[in-house]
């Protein structure tokens, strides 16, 4: 495998190679289950997806993406209806797990909860007390910044600047006012456990720290997330991990994906503009949703916008289109799935995984796979066309896309406008019209295919007869963003995204 990545420590893009090569161990910061995910929330497990597929071609994988199941916000919700946390993570990981499902997200190896971790990560604070890089203050224990020289090399920024761009709380008790929290008390009202400086429960950093050790061991090979995470979460993992650890390096690799905004604009409450998971998929479909999440490099920011999520679409009808008329029937199982993005499999289309290999470039890989499907539609050779069918559905399977059955994916509504419309009506309007044809009245036949092309159901006239596919109508500017706000008001943000506040 010829793998580059860019990694956010050095700044650079890098040859990828494994520490150990049985297995490669990679690490993706899952969500914080307190509410429904929201449309930013979609876009690591979906990019960190295709990479473990790349992975797994030629390494076997150890892919852990943990859950934050203990946090202010889960316990505010909790008090709100006067549940345990329980009730509440177990109602939104549930929801989560059910977004990544249609989304086509593989399941991680590993899910690990903070709150099954309590013990791990009162051992870590201990050792990080014993060497001298924590303290315990008025029932709190904190992370020492000042004793760890390299803390800001992630982010590239000294300390005192780190400081001037955070929101931290800066506390009597802190020796240092970046000093950061591994353990704090918990009250008799919010949920804690027993440890050596008293009822509490563990801060936000210290829980990703552990578990990876758990998990996957002292050093891993890639640590991933969002650009947001760089400061402070990531950054406070490498502090504590490398001085829990005596000094070894922490991760080897950080790939971070940029974030994602509505039409130009950042998700926010006041603006009424953040998108649920839920409601984008049951709008557009999950085949679409991914593939306009990977429609820019993961790298840069991503503007969702009705466009973007209709460009999709039509990429994808293109795509199955090319299929459907090479004679491609029926949904790829799974066993044909793996055999086609095995390491032995030499039918994925070279320009797709050189795209893949050049650090994720998902809008390379698909323009790759639209040109294979260009060469599909033109080619007569039976044989060739065989081929080209089959490469095009490998290469789709590496981006987790292109394994339905093609004619289902024109039949079934996928969230677009003419929903209401199911395919034995379509079919009948259909046969109305190659009537009006016949009898050479095209005023009406026009009359129909306008019809259902204002509810989203576009008409193609192919050698041997008519043929249909569904396709997303644009709504106006800011429609799905108000759409989506509407059912997101209770949310502050979707589940896993942190504004920290107080450290």
């Known amino acids: 495998m010829a793998l580059h990545l860019h990694n956010t420590l050095s700044r650079a893009r890098e040859p990828f190679a494994p520490a150990d090569p049985a297995p490669v161990t990679m690490y993706v910061c899952g969500p914080t289950v307190y509410n429904f995910a929201h449309i930013g929330n979609a876009r690591p497990p979906v990019v960190f997806d295709v990479l473990a597929r790349l992975l797994r071609r030629s390494y076997a994988l150890t892919y852990v993406r943990n859950v934050t199941d203990v946090d202010d916000r889960i316990n505010a919700a909790a008090q709100a209806e006067g549940v345990e946390i329980g009730v509440i993570t177990a109602r939104y990981l549930a929801a989560y797990h059910a977004d990544m499902e249609v989304l086509g997200v593989a399941p991680p190896n590993v899910e690990p909860r903070a709150t099954e971790h309590v013990r791990e990560i009162v051992r870590m604070i201990e050792r990080l007390i014993g060497v001298g890089h924590a303290y315990e203050a008025e029932g709190h224990v904190l992370f020492d910044v000042p004793s760890y020289p390299a803390y800001g090399k992630l982010s590239g920024r000294d300390t005192d600047e780190l400081l001037a761009g955070a929101r931290v709380e800066v506390a009597p008790y802190k020796r240092y006012p970046g000093d950061f929290v591994l353990w704090k008390p918990s009250p008799p009202e919010i949920v804690g456990w027993p440890s050596p400086w008293g009822r509490g429960r563990p801060g936000w950093h210290i829980e990703c720290s552990a578990m990876i050790e758990r998990h996957l ?64 998929l049951a709008e557009n479909g999950g085949e679409a949703v991914r593939l306009a999440l990977l429609k820019a490099h993961y790298r840069q920011p991503l503007d969702w916008t009705s466009a973007l999520v209709g460009e999709a679409r039509q990429n994808l009808d293109r795509l199955y289109g090319a299929l459907r008329d090479a004679g491609v029937s029926g949904a790829a199982s799974a066993a044909e799935t793996a055999a086609a993005t095995s390491a032995a499999s030499r039918e994925i289309p070279s320009g797709v995984l050189a795209a893949l290999e050049d650090d994720l470039n998902t809008p390379l890989a698909l323009s790759e796979l639209l040109a294979s499907a260009r060469a599909l539609n033109v080619s007569r050779d039976a044989d060739e066309r065989r081929r080209l069918a089959r490469g095009l559905r490998a290469g789709g399977a590496l981006l987790g896309l292109l394994q339905a059955d093609p004619q289902a994916w024109f039949a079934r509504s996928g969230g677009a406008a003419g929903d209401d419309l199911d395919a034995a009506e379509i079919d009948s309007l259909l046969a109305q019209r190659d009537a009006f044809r016949r009898d050479r009245n095209y005023s009406e036949a026009d009359r129909i295919r306008d019809r259902l092309a204002e509810r989203g159901i576009v008409i193609e006239d192919v050698a041997g007869g008519a043929r249909w596919r569904r396709v997303a109508v644009a709504m106006p500017k800011g429609a799905a963003a108000k759409k989506g706000g509407g059912a997101a008001k209770a949310a502050s943000a979707g589940a896993g995204t942190r504004d920290e506040g107080k450290r």
């Open 217 to 280: 061991g002292e050093t891993i090979d890639i640590h991933a997330g969002g650009v947001d995470l760089v400061f402070p979460h990531h950054e406070n993992e490498v502090a504590q991990s490398t001085c829990a650890h005596g000094g070894k390096t922490f991760a080897r690799f950080w790939l971070h994906n940029g974030m994602v905004v509505v039409n130009g604009e950042k998700m926010s409450k006041s603006l009424g503009n953040v998108l649920l998971v839920r409601d984008v």
